[in-house]
């Protein structure tokens, strides 16, 4: 059995960072980071944009209360306001942290690190490295989990979470190379895992994202919060669905519709383009249903709008978002300096997650806290985005509660001893699972089976809900889940089956996909980026509270928590 006292599973931002303070605060520690992908190819490094942080270089006028009201507005009122404290109070000190282990941020011409505007923020006050601030970041963090010998699994698969006698006591891994199984045990076991995009049929994220952290911890019997709230980002580019960052809008693009209109102005009109994402996405999806986007020939009726950067001028765009030109002009052909940009909403985020408090320890329930476990990043939910979040506070969120959580980690492990596993136990049942799946007969192919509960989950609870629409794509995942039992596999052997990879993210996107659906049913309200077309207003009296849902074979069951209102009161939501 391989030992650690703490085993980290995601290489991304949160997982790095988290590794990195833990090996700051106690150098004596065995601290390892597990990755299914190489850790600078987990999906951090396609971050684009930026990260916020009241720095004050562009605009005096900035504080971090700004930040927090514009983070809780954004959020619908549905965000814990003192995990967002936290996380604004402590953003400048992380920057400035990042620049100093290397991280080349873009400049101002005096030399202070640049900031640019961004969706919901009242100040320019986001850090960027021109459009590829996640490859700036992430490759510092890695090349410093090397410089302070955290030991590395890349390319290794974790199948489970051991969770016995409401303590967390380790992981069981695959090795994707050659198959090998292995049970980790730890003092302290962090997911990091990141989000799960590849639920739906059109996003920006890696073919990673497949919400694995979230299925394992759901499977153990452990709650998962608010995962209705999934984030659409306006501008995926049409029709691959990759992202065109927010940044671009940052730097004063336009969108306009087939009639040529920035029709913005029709419903965010004081923010215009660069209003929250929820807002912009509704706003497209709209101007779509009313018949004016466009299409391939520019004619009306189409499935997509533009992004329209043409008055910017070659210089700007080639020196501030050089990647988002270079996508649209080698994935669609367009020259976006001459060519507006095909343009619509696709999945890019989860609000929701495994619920933590502010020390990244995850929760049993409304009250208490499992032992020996952690989350942090895109995977956690310490609710700093509530019902929607802000464009760049998804970076911010994985280093201030990555480092958080990783001093957490350092204290929490001194007094505890590796917990004791029946190691064959946890090896035989994991053969098993991997064995049924490689020698069934079956009739279905993965991907098959896949691309309908994508589609399910893109009609069935999309943008706009509501209970019909959504009560009918419960019904078909039902199905659709019975058809996944029968799958079957071409590849039998065990060196990097990646058909095998393929089944077990399978099951997890299923589990993932029904949470959603469940939650979102539940919730009888429309609030930041789930809106109900049968219930369009937001309503506190019954809905301001976080959704608990609690998996098992037999249903899932929904419970809440209270939001922790502790600076700002619920307003109506107006840009
Ligand atoms: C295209 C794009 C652009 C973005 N731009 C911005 C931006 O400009 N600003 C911003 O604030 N946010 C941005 N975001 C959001 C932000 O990048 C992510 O939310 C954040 O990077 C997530 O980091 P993470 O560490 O939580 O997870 P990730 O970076 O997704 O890493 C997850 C890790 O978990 C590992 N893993 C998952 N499952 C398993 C398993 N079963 N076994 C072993 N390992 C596993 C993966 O291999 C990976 O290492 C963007 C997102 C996308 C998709």
């Known amino acids: ?81 003192d995990a967002v404290e936290i ?50 970041i992430l490759h510092e ?76 911890t759901a499977l153990a019997g452990l709650p998962l919060e608010d995962m209705e709230f999934v984030q659409f980002h306006p501008t995926g580019l049409y029709p691959v669905g990759v992202l065109i960052s927010e940044a671009v809008r940052g730097e004063g693009a336009y969108l306009i519709n087939a009639e040529g209109d920035r029709f913005m102005s029709n419903y965010a009109p004081s923010k215009m383009e660069l209003a929250p994402r929820d807002i912009t996405s509704r706003a497209i999806t709209k101007e779509i249903r009313a018949g004016r986007g466009a ?16 008055h910017m001028g070659r210089e700007k765009i080639m020196s501030r978002v050089p990647f988002c030109w270079e996508e649209a002009h080698r994935l669609v052909g367009i020259d976006a300096v001459h060519q507006p940009i095909p343009i ?46 802000l464009g760049s506070n998804s970076l911010l969120e994985c280093v201030v509660y990555g480092k958080r959580t990783g001093a957490a980690i350092a204290q929490y492990v001194q007094s505890r001893k590796l917990p004791e596993i029946d190691e064959q136990r946890y090896l035989t049942q994991a053969e098993q699972q991997v064995q049924t799946l490689i020698d069934q007969p079956g009739e279905y192919r993965i991907d098959q089976i896949r691309q309908a509960f994508q589609d399910c989950m893109t009609d069935h609870c999309g943008v706009f809900r509501t209970e019909s629409v959504m009560k009918e794509g419960l019904e078909k995942l039902q199905a659709i889940r019975q058809q996944a039992q029968r799958i079957y596999l071409d590849d039998k052997a065990k060196l990097w089956n990646t058909e095998l990879t393929e089944a077990l993210e399978l099951q997890n996107l299923l589990i993932v996909g029904e949470i959603i659906l469940t939650g979102a049913l539940n919730r009888q309200e429309s609030r930041g980026a789930h809106c109900r077309e049968d219930f369009a207003d937001r309503d506190d009296t019954n809905f301001l509270k976080h959704t608990m849902a609690y998996y098992s074979s037999a249903g899932i069951q929904i419970g809440d928590r209270p939001v922790a209102i502790t600076m700002f009161e619920p307003q109506e939501r107006k840009y």
């Open 1 to 81: 059995m391989i030992e650690h006292d703490v085993i980290i599973v995601g290489g991304g931002l949160a997982g790095t960072r988290a590794a990195v303070e833990i090996a700051r605060t106690d150098p004596r520690l065995s601290i390892a980071v597990v990755a299914k992908t190489h850790p600078i190819r987990s999906h951090s490094v396609a971050a684009q944009g930026g990260m916020a942080a009241t720095l004050k270089n562009v605009d005096d006028q900035d504080t971090w209360k700004a930040h927090a009201f514009d983070t809780v507005k954004g959020s619908d009122y549905l965000a814990d306001q």
């Open 344 to 389: 619509r909403p696709t999945v890019h985020y989860s609000m929701g997650g495994i619920p933590v408090n502010t020390d990244g320890r995850v929760r049993s329930g409304a009250d208490g806290l499992v032992e020996g476990f952690f989350a942090a990043g895109e995977a956690a939910c310490v609710s700093v985005h509530g019902a929607n979040r």
């Open 295 to 310: 299409h391939q020939d520019g004619s009306a009726g189409g499935p997509f709008v533009y992004l329209d950067l043409r």
């Open 87 to 136: 996380l604004t109070r402590e953003a400048p000190d992380v920057v400035i942290d990042l620049e100093h282990m290397g991280v080349l941020f873009s400049r101002l011409p005096d030399g202070r690190i640049a900031q640019r505007a961004f969706g919901g923020h009242s100040h320019k006050r986001t850090c960027y490295a021109a459009d590829k601030t996640g490859h700036a």
């Open 141 to 216: 963090l890695v090349a410093n989990l090397r410089r302070y010998g955290v030991h590395i699994y890349d390319e290794w698969y974790v199948l489970r979470l051991i969770l016995e006698e409401d303590q967390v006591k380790g992981v069981v891994m695959y090795h994707l190379l050659d198959g090998r199984l292995e049970v980790v045990r730890a003092k302290a076991v962090m997911f990091a895992t990141g989000g799960y995009g590849r639920v739906y049929n059109t996003t920006s994220n890696d073919f990673a994202s497949t919400g694995d952290g979230l299925a394992m």
